[in-house]
């Protein structure tokens, strides 16, 4: 049994449909979510009414209690509590009451899903003592957490990009760059549960060292448009610097025309399409630059 995992959906319904997409790619033969259907984003019927049509097995999160008989909503910043009430006006009755069935803990034969944590479900796992005592709380081989596997997808890309350029300065093997690939990041899940305050500084340390990497690289590259990866390098400064005054919560008020955290992962899109076609110029170079490195 193959499943497709997904988390914290929040009411995004263009993302949904985007990994839905990918998952049917896969040809899954199940979807699980671990909460959060709704929240923060517009279209939580539309969401509700996706998952209840590909029979989700899903969990509650937080969001989707409090918007189902507003439990817990006292411990929402005042920002997220106003999103939650929007959206708790926006529901219908039908997925109102889908959201308030929804348990808070499924047992499969292997394996377990919380939202949060094991028994103390809406809990964070912010570092090792949080996972000691996590694992202390359940007898399952296996438990799959929300709210982790959005920092880990750039930390997967930041180290593609460094990876990538040691490469090209130090001539790796193949079976090297994957297992440092894959070493690497699992060093960076390790930080990301041990020290979570320090995703955002630990993301801008690994990009700068693919920059210095690159900038490297570049010059044994002859014929390599320089004009994309200075696109992307603004795109990514710009993005970095809403990231982290989006701490304010400032820009990402529910009613707001400027959503911060939107326009985060829109220009970090971005910059990942500029960086293919800095990477394709390299490519598309004359046969002379390529015989001269």
């Not at 959201?99 to 809406?122: K, N, W």
């Not at 008020?253 to 990942?272: D, E, I, N, R």
Request: aromatic fraction near 12%.
């Amino acid at each position: 049994m193959r499943y497709g995992i997904i988390s914290d959906v929040h009411s995004n319904m263009e993302a949904l449909s985007a990994v839905l997409g990918e998952l049917d790619s896969l040809q899954i033969d199940g979807l699980i979510c671990l909460g959060d259907i709704v929240g923060y984003g517009p279209s939580p019927n539309e969401c509700c009414a996706t998952l209840i049509g590909r029979d989700c097995v899903s969990i509650a999160g937080n969001h989707d209690e409090a918007a189902a008989n507003e439990s817990g909503i006292d411990y929402f910043s005042p920002l997220a509590r106003e999103a939650i009430e929007w959206n708790r006006a926006a529901l219908s009755r039908e997925h109102l009451e889908y959201l308030g069935a929804l348990p808070r803990v499924r047992a499969f034969p292997t394996f377990d899903i919380v939202h949060g944590a094991p028994v103390y479900h809406f809990d964070y796992i912010l570092d090792v003592v949080d996972a000691q005592a996590a694992f202390g709380r359940t007898d399952a081989s296996l438990t799959f957490v929300g709210q982790f596997f959005d920092v880990m997808g750039m930390y997967l890309f930041a180290t593609f990009v460094l990876l990538y350029a040691v490469t090209r300065v130090s001539r790796l093997s193949e079976r090297t760059f994957v297992a440092g690939y894959v070493g690497l990041n699992a060093l960076l899940a390790y930080v990301l549960i041990a020290a979570p305050g320090l995703r955002r500084w630990v993301f801008a340390a690994v990009l700068i060292g693919a920059l210095v990497v690159e900038s490297r690289a570049r010059r044994a590259s002859a014929g390599i448009d320089q004009r994309f990866l200075q696109a992307a390098l603004a795109a990514l400064a710009t993005a970095f610097f809403i990231w982290i005054l989006d701490l304010t919560k400032v820009l990402c008020a529910p009613h707001s025309w400027m959503q911060g955290h939107a326009v985060w992962h829109l220009l970090c899109a971005a910059a990942t399409g500029l960086g293919y076609l800095y990477y394709r110029s390299e490519r598309s170079a004359s046969p002379l630059a390529i015989a001269s490195r």
